[in-house]
C-alpha cells in the first residue's frame, strides 16, 4: 500500500474478465489513467460458441461459481482495486464473482464497471458489493451504445476517474454518493 495524497486514489489494480474485448478496452483505459496494475482474468470453465454462451448465461444468473487460470496480483498491495465485469444473463460473469468471493476480504477501497448490450450498472453492482462486504467507492457502466460513441465514452471514463479522484469519497468511503454521481452526470447520453 501507498501512502495516498488527497485527490489520489493511490496505488491501483484493475481485474476485469473479458471475452469479445470490450471490458479489456475499459481496463486499459482507466489502468492507462492511473498507471495501474491489471489483472486479466481467465475461466477454464467458459467459452464461446453458441453452447459456450447458453452455458455462460445460465452459470452467471445462477451465481455458479468457475476455475481461474492463476493471478499474478495480491490485492492486498493496493488501495484500490478497480473490478470490471461483462454482464451475462443480467448478472456478473461467473469469473468475476469467483474473483470477488475468493478475495474479497483482501480488498481495500473498491470500485466497479460493467460493459453490456443495454443493462445498467445500477442492477449488477448491488450483487458485486454484498459479496465483498461494502460500498464501491464509485461505479459506473458502458452499454453498446455508450461503447460506440467515442464522445460519449470518454466523458462516461473521465466522469468515473474523477470520482475515483475525489478524496472525500475515498476518505469517507461513501461510495454511493460517488458511485451514482460518475452514472448520472451522464445519464442519457
Ligand atoms: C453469454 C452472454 C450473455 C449476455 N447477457 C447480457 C445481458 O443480460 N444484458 C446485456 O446488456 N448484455 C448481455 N450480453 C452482452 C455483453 O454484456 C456485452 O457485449 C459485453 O460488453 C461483453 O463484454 P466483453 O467484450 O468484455 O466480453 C451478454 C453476452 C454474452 C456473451
Do not use: C
Not at 496505488?11 to 481496463?27: D, E, M, P
Not at 460493467?114 to 467507492?137: F, L, N, Q
Not at 464509485?138 to 476517474?161: C, E, I, K, P, W
Not at 468511503?173 to 458511485?179: L, M, N, P
Request: hydrophobic share 40%.
Amino acid at each position: 500500500m501507498s501512502d495516498q495524497v488527497e485527490g489520489n486514489p493511490g496505488k491501483v489494480l484493475v481485474v476485469y474478465y473479458s471475452v469479445s474485448g470490450n471490458t479489456a478496452r475499459v481496463a486499459r483505459d482507466i489502468a492507462k489513467a492511473l498507471n495501474a496494475d491489471v489483472e486479466s482474468l481467465r475461466d477454464r470453465n467458459h467459452g464461446t460458441g453458441f453452447w459456450g454462451y447458453l452455458k455462460a448465461g445460465l452459470n452467471a444468473a445462477r451465481g455458479i461459481a468457475t476455475t481461474l487460470g492463476d493471478t499474478s496480483f495480491n490485492p492486498r498491495n493496493y488501495d484500490l482495486t478497480i473490478v470490471g465485469t461483462p454482464v451475462w444473463a443480467w448478472h456478473m460473469t461467473p469469473a468475476i464473482r469467483t474473483y470477488l468471493e475468493r478475495h474479497g476480504t483482501e480488498l481495500g477501497n473498491v470500485a466497479f464497471f460493467v460493459t453490456s448490450g443495454d443493462t445498467d450498472a445500477e442492477r449488477i453492482v448491488p450483487s458485486m458489493e454484498s459479496i465483498v462486504k461494502r460500498p464501491a467507492v464509485a461505479f459506473t457502466g458502458f452499454n453498446g451504445r455508450q461503447l460506440a460513441d467515442a464522445g460519449v465514452y470518454s466523458r462516461r471514463l473521465d466522469d468515473f476517474l474523477k470520482s475515483l479522484k475525489r478524496p472525500a469519497t475515498l476518505q469517507t468511503g461513501d461510495g454511493r454518493r460517488a458511485g451514482a454521481q460518475a452514472g448520472a452526470q451522464v445519464s442519457g447520453a
